[in-house]
């Protein structure tokens, strides 16, 4: 099983003045240490479910930049880019521009977004969760039309471009791994099926939801006739506590056994570097050693 950090915490001791040196530190260490991803949150305030609004909270793609520029191997992404937060023929641009500038290690992520207050507080509109799906469907064509040949426009009901010119093309072809967050069986998991190479799941209620979750994915793929085998089946943190090594590890075999290949936890202030480090020396050999099964 592979692992990953999501840094999502940047209420730091002695921020903002230390945020960049602590951002290198976590991570050059976990890059060092085996991780497979590291990734940020996209959000213009920090979720209320987890602090406040007030607390701090960076731009996601400028810092997903900085990494790319202290670090050489590891793949960096959002989990996840909320459709409303951008222009998608922007975020195309900026996502192909994160592959150059890291020579072919990002992934793109991409949901429906769901965070009322920040939309409303800067002046974004948020329309119904029915059309913020059509948008992100809308969006995921733009990005694909874009990375592709075709530079025509696109028509669709929410966006329309007249032209869809995008060079340089991006790094890895035909595109950066499209990675979409969220656990919805109707909308979220067919667009999975029918668009990306990951699913980002919430891993909180267990092995017994993430299989269902896994089966509903493959049913949608059989329904499309694309590849189940060929998506990445990623989670959330899985629920577990990693300083319970024991049981982290025994939790995440059984993730493992219903497929999962790829754990994603949250690198925590006020030392995400130290947790890092931590993760990486004591769980990361060991979480190397459990065996993925085929589901």
């Given at each position: 099983m592979r692992f990953g950090f999501h840094f999502m915490d940047f209420n730091l001791p002695g921020s903002p003045s230390t945020t960049a040196e602590v951002m290198r530190r976590t991570?050059?260490?976990?890059?060092?240490g085996g991780a497979s991803w590291l990734s940020v949150m996209d959000h213009y305030f920090q979720m209320e479910r987890y602090r406040t609004a007030h607390d701090p909270m960076l731009e996601g793609y400028t810092a997903l930049g900085f990494f790319a520029g202290v670090t050489e191997r590891i793949r960096l992404g959002t989990v996840v880019t909320?459709?409303?937060?951008?222009?998608p023929g922007l975020l195309a641009k900026i996502g192909t521009t994160l592959d150059i500038v890291s020579g072919g290690r990002s992934f793109f992520g991409l949901g429906a977004a769901w965070y009322e207050r920040e939309h409303l507080a800067l002046g974004v509109p948020f329309p119904p969760l029915k059309e913020r799906f059509e948008r992100l469907e809308e969006a995921l064509q733009i990005a694909l039309q874009m990375w592709s040949d075709e530079e025509g426009p696109y028509e669709g009901r929410h966006y329309r471009l007249a032209e869809t010119i995008n060079v340089p093309q991006p790094v890895q072809r035909p595109h950066p791994p499209i990675v979409i967050g969220g656990s919805g069986e109707q909308k979220t998991l067919r667009l999975v099926a029918r668009y990306a190479q990951a699913t980002n799941l919430n891993g909180g209620g267990g092995p017994e939801e993430v299989a269902h979750k896994l089966s509903v994915l493959r049913r949608h793929c059989d329904e499309d006739g694309t590849d189940y085998d060929a998506i990445e089946k990623t989670v959330q943190g899985g629920g577990l506590d990693p300083s319970d090594k024991d049981g982290f590890l025994k939790g995440a075999e059984a993730l493992a056994a219903v497929g999962v290949e790829h754990i994603q936890l949250r690198a925590p202030a006020p030392d995400p570097a130290g947790f890092a480090e931590y993760v990486t020396?004591?769980?990361g050999p060991r979480l190397a050693q459990i065996p993925v099964v085929e589901r």
């Open positions: 991570a050059r260490i976990a890059e060092e909320g459709v409303t937060y951008r222009h020396t004591e769980l």
